[in-house]
Every structure is written in C-alpha cells, then in structure tokens.
C-alpha cells in the first residue's frame, strides 16, 4: 500500500524547535518530489516547502522561509521538516504529500499536529 | 505573490449541481488541481491537469479552466461530498499556492 506517515508533533513553546519526519512506503520514494502543507485551526491548506527528488532543488513559502528547513533521506525514505522560531501561528496539523502530475500531490499523510504555546 | 480566490462557502440540495470557482489572473494558462478535505482527514486530490480525475474519483467530479476561473462542478451532490474544496496551481515563483478553500454544504 502506497503510504506516507508523519510523526514529531507535538507541544512546543513559543521559539522553540521541532522536526516533523515523514516515512514513505508502497513506493520509490527517491523517485518523487515532495511537499509540506499545513492547515492551522479555522484555515485553510497552506503550502509550506517543496522539495526535488534528489534534494537539490527546495523552496519555501515566505511565511516560514528562514525558520524551517526541509530535507530527505532517501536511503530511508524519509522527509524531513526541521520548525525553529516555532510562533503560536504556527499551530497547525502538518502534512507530507508526493507530488505527482502538474504539481498535483496524489498521496497524502495523515498528519500530524503542532502547537505552539507557553 | 499569486492570489487564488474561492466563495469561502457553496450550498447544494442533494441531487442538484454544485460550482465552486477558483479565479486568479490568467489562471486558465496554469495547470489547476482540486482537493476535497473532509473533517479530521487529509486532503484528497480530486482533479489534476484542470480536468483529469486520479483513479476512484467519480466521474460526477469535473473541472475546467478558461480565462481567469477556473471551476470544480460535482453533479448528482451526494450527502457525503460535504467538505472543503481547495483549488491550487504551480507559481512561477515556484509556490505551490492554494485558494482559500470552500466550504460545501448539502442541504
């Protein structure tokens, strides 16, 4: 079964850290672009970082660019969302999906919850 | 940055269509996709190049694009298509942006 699983949520203080992972099965995982998105309380989708599928190309949203850092792993199938300066509207559920045709993303983790507060 | 605009809600009575639009400057030149997000769930892609639908999305699902709207109608609204509706395109700043979101009710 084609798969994406988040994980690192969390509690965290405001300017703290967390790094969110995102293990891929049922697939090439080295083989695809990767996305993280995010949906704060009473918001919509927000698109955050896109990264290639060797890691050389990435880009931001402005809104966390300088505070997050995305990479991979693909000897582990792995994604990564390293969160610094962590700010209360950072709260949000964040997900990891695969980037598919036309910039779409096909496949979709569950999710995984942040809250920034003191 | 690019802007996408959605009606932040749509009502439909079962069995009748439902239109949510996406409009942004000459988004009918940029290839569109559509995701519905149920409560507590992760987003589902439903359309991807303005038009094409992924595998066991049915076919009452369709998107088109032209000028600076694009559409997402579902025809035939089921009880169970109650959702967000988030249109989203590819950036020449290479964002990937979505809309606001949408906010479908079947009454």
């Known amino acids: 079964e084609v798969q994406l699983v988040e994980s690192g949520g969390g509690l965290v203080q405001p300017g703290g850290s967390l790094r969110l992972s995102c293990t891929a099965s049922?697939?090439?995982?080295?083989?695809?672009?990767m996305n993280w998105v995010r949906r704060a309380p009473g918001k919509g989708l927000e698109w955050l970082s896109y990264i290639s599928s060797g890691g050389n190309d990435i880009y931001y949203a402005d809104s966390v660019k300088g505070r997050f850092t995305v990479s991979r792993d693909n000897a582990k199938d792995s994604l990564y969302l390293q969160m610094n300066t962590l700010r209360a509207d950072d709260t949000a559920v964040y997900y990891c999906a695969r980037e598919m045709h036309g910039y779409s993303s096909d496949i979709w983790g569950q999710g995984t919850t942040v809250t920034v507060s003191s | 940055s690019y802007v996408l605009t959605q009606p932040p809600s749509v009502s439909v009575a079962p069995g009748k269509t439902a239109t949510i639009t996406c409009g942004g400057y000459n988004i009918g030149s940029k290839s569109v996709q559509w995701y519905q997000q149920k409560p507590g769930q992760a987003p589902i892609l439903i359309i991807y190049?303005?038009?094409d639908r992924p595998s066991g999305i049915p076919e009452r699902f369709s998107g088109s694009n032209s000028g600076n709207t694009a559409t997402l109608t579902i025809s035939r609204v089921e009880a169970g298509d109650e959702a967000d509706y988030y249109c989203?395109?590819?950036?020449?700043?290479?964002?990937?942006?979505f809309g606001g979101g949408t906010k479908l009710t079947v009454l």
């Open positions: 989203q395109v590819w950036h020449i700043t290479n964002d990937r942006v």
């Open positions: 049922g697939f090439t995982f080295s083989a695809y672009e």
């Open positions: 190049y303005d038009s």
